[in-house]
């Protein structure tokens, strides 16, 4: 039993935490990567392919894969929910990741405050953040103070979503939902610092929301704490729609304002590039484990311990 991933978004994180398991590893590479990721001593685990899609064609029965920003980005959802890759996580959470409608179901069934969207755009009484669909990364995204601005900067409103825009800070939370422990672990917070819209000097009127990195962030212990219990609601809103358990990592993407209101306006069922900054260990890891534990680590934990108890197939699916 391997554990691979594509080598890109959080391979490095994935990888060394697998081979600190004691697991073997596959790193799925396109040739231009390869001396990028020799350069951190992982020759061993590189299987050199011609395009990421690639890994549709091999033998992987053997491996686990563990899924990432990438793997949507580059393969796209419908091909790998039609896989039979043996994925760590959920392929359901994914399909209502992917449905913009189901998502913001999951999010009011856990009772996560959300941004008001307007269905259309006569409806819009306040600033909004128009969203095309379909968008990755923030790309092609554009505030707007009014409808009148919409209209101005818009030919057709097909395609887009007009979603109320919260001014706040930005937080993006992880969690690891361990089967194995039956427990939720908060792994950790973080910033995610985007171009132009983080920028301090703006001379434009259309900055774009293209995800450059991340920043850690440790949140006031009182909010961590309402985290948690957004977190267990989560779960528990997943468990009462599909009949599955959440399994794994999964991210919950907020914006707190002045009021420290905290409104949900995305969730990631995976592990997410915010968790790169917690390596070797998060505070909130560190406390639990009494040890380095980095997401990548904290996964090949979760599949050893599962596979020692005889449950690992109720995580890959
Ligand atoms: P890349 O490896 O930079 O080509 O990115 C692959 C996919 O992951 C793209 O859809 C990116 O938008 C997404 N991605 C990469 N890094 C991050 C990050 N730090 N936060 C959010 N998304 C990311
Ligand atoms: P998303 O593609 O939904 O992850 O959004 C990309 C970025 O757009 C986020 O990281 C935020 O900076 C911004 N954003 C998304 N939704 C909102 C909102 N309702 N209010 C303010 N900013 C938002």
Redesign the pocket.
């Known amino acids: 039993m391997k554990i691979g991933t594509l080598a890109s978004h959080s391979a490095l994180n994935i990888i060394s935490g697998a081979k600190a398991e004691g697991f073997e590893t596959e790193l799925y590479c396109t040739p231009e990567r390869i001396p990028f990721y020799k350069s951190f001593g992982m020759e061993d685990s590189i299987v050199e392919v011609p395009s990421f899609d690639a890994i549709l064609e091999m033998d992987l029965s053997d491996v686990i894969i563990i899924p990432h920003g990438s793997f949507v980005a580059y393969i796209g959802s419908e091909r790998i929910l039609n896989s039979n890759l043996r994925i760590f996580g959920s392929k359901e959470l994914l399909r209502w990741e992917e449905d913009r409608k189901l998502k913001s179901l999951l999010m009011k069934e856990a009772g996560l405050r959300v ?1 008001k969207e307007f269905e259309k755009l006569d409806d819009v009484n306040t600033p909004v ?1 128009v ?1 095309s669909d379909g ?1 990755a990364g ?1 790309e092609g ?1 554009f505030i707007a103070a009014d409808k009148e601005e919409i209209e101005a900067k818009l030919d057709s409103v097909k395609g887009y979503t007009f ?4 001014v706040g800070t ?1 937080v993006f939370t992880t969690y690891f939902n361990s089967l194995a422990k039956d427990r939720l672990e908060v792994f950790g917070a973080d910033i ?1 610092y ?1 171009t132009d ?1 983080d920028a301090n000097l703006r001379f434009d009127d259309k900055p774009s ?1 293209v995800v450059v990195g991340n920043l850690p962030l440790v949140l006031r212990e009182s909010t961590l704490a309402q985290y948690y219990d957004m977190g267990v609601g989560f779960i528990d809103a997943f468990k009462r729609k599909t009949g599955q358990n959440l399994a794994g990592p999964f991210c919950i ?1 907020t ?1 707190i304002d002045k009021n420290q209101d905290i409104y949900t ?2 969730f990631s069922g995976r592990i997410v590039a915010g968790t790169n900054v917690w390596m070797p260990s998060s505070p909130y890891s560190f406390v639990t484990f009494g040890e380095d534990m980095w997401m990548g680590k904290r996964i090949a934990r979760e599949i050893r311990d599962l596979h020692e108890t005889g449950r690992l197939d109720d995580v890959l699916r």
């Open positions: 941004p953040i969203k968008a923030g995204y979603q109320e825009y919260i930005k995610r985007e819209a929301f993407e914006i306006f995305e």
